[in-house]
């Protein structure tokens, strides 16, 4: 029977283990120790809820797929047509091309051809490496067009800790968040100053729902803490990193036993919106980098 998602690779270096995925080059398990830093799904099973995902070339989601770009209008497939959105990229369910250089590391990559909707060629990498200090993953992007190109990128690591998310403690390095309307959409940036999102210092999640982004990232990982066991996992944010969108699960069944933590370098629907949307010039390229890592406490 084939795999539905492709050849997984297993990377390992010393307490941490990997598996990454050959469809949308995706991060199926991260463990440390035995723990399980992230939460998959299993093999032999289609990936579920776009876990571990790699986001391009946009993260989150473009309302009604329609957007406006050197003076063309372009109209992208509605991949989430209950809300009238284009979702997640267009990357997560093709076939990358993987190379494993060593135990420690896997570079995958795609060629992003033209289409309807997204009529512009790029050249994909996820370069996922296992050091000391964790797993660092790098997401990158070339245009190999002959014109301008607009893109975005994110990662869509599900963190547990293998209690409910009420019980957990978050930090958001943030000095800004966007309500969101019931499509998902985002509204215009606002303080976290005096609101519920407020998660620049560590507070536990109780029963807020979250899904929205933050922005503004004022420096320092972003941390989901157990205060009854002292684990923690981070999530390092390096270049490219300009937002994060957190989600607490709730429309997943079950619901808030994990908390996604998002590394994006713009917000949802910036296709549209223009909000840190980054235009690929000819042979331009574009790196998002970060990291996620253990954290061991009393």
């Given amino acids: 029977m084939r795999e539905p998602s492709g050849h997984t690779l297993v990377l390992r270096h010393g307490s941490y283990a990997a598996e990454v995925v050959g469809v949308g080059a995706a991060l199926r ?46 109209q992208l497939p509605l991949t989430e047509p209950e809300n009238s959105n284009a979702l997640h990229g267009l990357a997560g369910w093709n076939h990358w091309e993987v190379h494993h250089p060593d135990a ?44 301008p190109a607009p893109y975005g990128a994110g990662h869509h690591p599900y ?37 519920p999102y407020d998660f620049r210092t560590p507070r536990v999640i109780g029963d807020l729902v979250v899904d929205h982004p933050f922005g503004d990232l004022t420096g ?15 999530v390092h944010l390096g270049e490219g990193c300009r937002w994060l969108h957190v989600f607490t699960c709730d429309t997943q069944e079950p619901a808030r036993q994990a908390v996604a933590i998002e590394p994006m370098s713009c917000p949802p629907d910036a296709f549209r919106t223009g ?24």
Wanted: proline fraction near 8%; hydrophobic fraction near 35%; include cysteine.
């Fill in 29 to 74: 398990s991260l463990t440390h120790d035995d723990r399980h830093l992230v939460a998959g799904w299993p093999a032999g099973e289609i990936c579920r809820d776009y876990r571990g995902w790699v986001l391009q070339p946009w993260p989150n989601r473009v309302g009604d797929g329609r957007y406006d770009f050197d003076g063309a209008t372009h």
């Fill in 104 to 147: 420690a590391r896997a570079v995958l990559r795609h060629e992003l051809v033209p289409r309807d909707g997204y009529p512009f060629a790029l050249d994909l990498t996820v370069d996922y490496h296992l050091r000391d200090d964790g797993l660092h993953v790098a997401v990158a992007a070339t245009n190999v067009g002959d014109g």
């Fill in 159 to 195: 963190l547990t800790l293998g209690r409910p998310a009420d019980e957990l403690e978050l930090t958001v390095p943030a000095a800004t968040w966007c309500p969101m309307d019931e499509r998902g959409l985002p509204g215009p940036s606002r303080p976290v100053d005096g609101t």
């Fill in 220 to 234: 320092g990982p972003a941390v989901l803490r157990d205060p009854a066991s002292g684990q923690a996992t981070a």
């Fill in 275 to 298: 909000t840190d949307l980054v235009v690929l010039e000819p042979g331009g390229s574009h790196r998002l980098a970060f990291s996620i890592a253990a954290v061991t406490g009393s």
